[in-house]
């Protein structure tokens, strides 16, 4: 399993402790930045991981911004990722096992980095569940086909699911 992440300045700091707890646990992992605290529009770190994830070279993303709310917001602009925001780790479970997330978003200045690793833990062990969850997902794949049929054509990966493959 591949892993992308990513934050702005306001995630920096838990983005460097996920980044040594899932090194620790020998997750296969690429860092898309940012490197420090200064000031740096979450937009700008979102769009590389999530683009990575769509084209299939990472399993999941993670991103972490101060309420990771924006990052969610940019992950979510493309077709194929579907990106949660998760502070507790229900919410990660059913983010993973409900909705086949690819993308796992964390607010840095709203939860402590205990919990945030538990989240990251619990969402990259969670297989999807499938059976009546499949039709839902893609009934949003179908929209995304129908708004975007250009980028569908070029980039046919964007089927749930097939990110994890
Ligand atoms: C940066 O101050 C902050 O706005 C950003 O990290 C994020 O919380 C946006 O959603």
């Known amino acids: 399993m591949r892993v ?29 930045g940012t490197f420090c605290e200064s000031s740096i529009d979450y937009p700008d770190i979102s769009f590389p991981v999530v683009q990575a994830v769509r084209d299939g070279a ?26 949660a925001l998760c502070s507790e780790t229900y919410s990660a479970r059913c983010a993973r ?6 993308v796992l978003t964390l607010g840095a200045r709203v939860i402590g980095p205990g919990p945030a690793l538990d989240i990251v833990r619990v969402f990259l062990k969670t297989p999807f569940a499938a059976g009546r969850h499949e039709e839902r997902l893609e009934k949003i794949a179908l929209l995304e086909k129908r708004l975007l049929p250009d980028y ?10 097939e990110a994890e493959a």
């Open 4 to 32: 992308a992440l990513g934050s702005d300045h306001a995630g920096f700091k838990l983005k460097e402790l996920i980044k040594e707890d899932l090194r620790a646990r020998e997750v296969e992992l690429t860092d898309f």
């Open 152 to 161: 569908h054509r070029r980039c046919p990966a964007a089927k749930p699911g």
């Open 58 to 83: 990472f399993a999941f993303g993670i991103l972490v911004c101060g309420t990771g709310i924006g990052m969610a917001i940019a992950a979510n602009k493309y077709p194929g990722i579907r990106a």
């Open 97 to 102: 096992e409900h909705n086949d997330a690819n």
